[in-house]
């Protein structure tokens, strides 16, 4: 391993360990006050349990694991159309979020200032979709440089360092969704 792969390597974990911190903050606040709003709705009123979206964006880390493994053997047509499952799964995981929102803005009227239970749900699920926003520019991005040809072998460890960063946001999601979905109703 060249020190520039090390050097990368370094610093995609540095990052991880800095946004771990950072959504450890968010959670914790989540916790603190989850119970304490003295106004509805509680979050068993208002949230319905994300299945589907949630099966989607875990099952997009085998997608991209699937995707490295492909490039690393020199398999670029099969690594992009991992990469092409990968990012539409977790756009399917986006809408869901967008709708889930929508849902719980327009035809519930539940925002950020109706409760400490809104002022602690949008900043840590909203937190979790930017960091879902990110890492689909980044997979997209791959996937553009497949399908042009200009993704190579030689690119490998660059994709599989977007990989940690997508293995992140998805076990950064399990405890988003533990902590509000299941402990907090």
């Not at 699937?66 to 990012?87: C, E, K, N, P």
């Not at 719980?104 to 809104?118: C, H, K, M, R, S």
């Amino acid at each position: 391993m060249n020190s520039g792969a090390s050097r990368g390597r370094a610093g995609v974990i540095g990052f991880i360990i800095a946004e771990t911190s950072l959504f450890a903050v968010f959670v914790v606040a989540y916790l603190f006050y989850l119970g304490k709003s003295v106004t509805g709705p509680s979050p068993k009123e208002v949230l319905d349990l994300p299945v589907v979206s949630t099966v989607c964006l875990l099952s997009s880390s085998v997608t991209v694991a699937l995707a490295t493994r492909a490039l690393a053997a020199g398999r670029i047509a099969r690594a992009g159309s991992w990469l092409f499952v990968t990012v539409a799964l977790g756009l399917v995981f986006l809408a869901s979020t967008a709708r889930e929102w929508r849902r719980l803005i327009v035809e519930q009227g539940f925002t950020i200032g109706t409760n400490l239970f809104g002022s602690t749900f949008y900043p840590l699920v909203g937190l979790h979709a930017s960091h879902v926003i990110l890492g689909l520019v980044m997979l997209s991005l791959c996937l553009v440089f497949a399908w042009s040809g200009a993704l190579k072998v030689v690119h490998a460890s660059r994709v599989e360092l977007v990989s940690w960063y997508w293995h992140f946001v998805d076990g950064v999601w399990i405890v988003v969704f533990t902590v509000v979905y299941v402990v907090g109703r």
